[in-house]
């Protein structure tokens, strides 16, 4: 038998569907709720780690680099210093004032050079063991966020695991409502679901208001509703408006109790001592 074209339904069949459709969402949209808010907690801590993780590689490049700046100035040292002596062996050799003078300058720069180099290694170790302590810290606490977010993920999986398969037929027979659903009405369908707080964007009329945001429908409106002739969107929330015997929901009519009418309490006034008779005494 041929699949009925989506457009060629008559309206009262697209409510159904549509209604049908909602039904199933709100049931998945109930099986994420058991998840709580686990998921959105589990992205957190992923993400947390992540920040921790770029912190920690950051503070080792910074760690090495401190310690090659350590490693080159120890290097001019060793060389300052081997100029130095050789410098001072020159010494011995002089033939004049202005060669002394020249290499007892050389030896006061390279010694200057030395005290320069050392200064820089003493900060750069002080350096080093600030960011070591830095990372120390923040690799500990990397591996408390990650036990954390193994215990998370084993609470999610754990819920999940419950709800899958379950979930996953639900998803299919939503997909196989939706092929059933002209493209427009269920783009427009999608988008009221979108900005509804519950989720809800198809509702029955519920006690004449609308089941969705609960104003009042007039009379008119809910006989056209009845009559599903056209697809009909609630005036205050934009919700589609369904006649809750097609949504298959049986409403108990609640009898009004009749007005109690308000009696006015007659007051009987005494007679005058004009009108009374007189009392003989």
Known sequence: ???????DLTVEERLSTLYQLQTVLSSIDEKKALRGELPYEVQ???DEIEGLSLRIQKIQDEIDSFNKAISDNKAKIAQAQASV???KEQL???RNNREYDTLSKEVEFQELEIELCNKKIREGLIHVEERTHDLE??????????KDLEVKKSELDEIMQETREEEEKLRDKAHDLKVKIEPRLLTSFERIRKNARNGLGIVYVQRDA??????KIPPQRQLDIKMHKKIIVCEYCGRILIDPELAGVKTVEVEEKPKRRRTTRRTVKAETNETAEPTQE
């Open 137 to 146: 810290n923040n690799t500990e606490l990397v591996e408390e966020r990650r």
């Open 92 to 94: 011995n050799d002089v």
């Open 210 to 215: 609308c089941g969705g945001c609960f104003n």
């Open 1 to 7: 038998m041929a699949k009925k074209d989506p457009t």
């Open 85 to 87: 002596a050789r410098y």
């Open 44 to 46: 957190e801590m992923e």
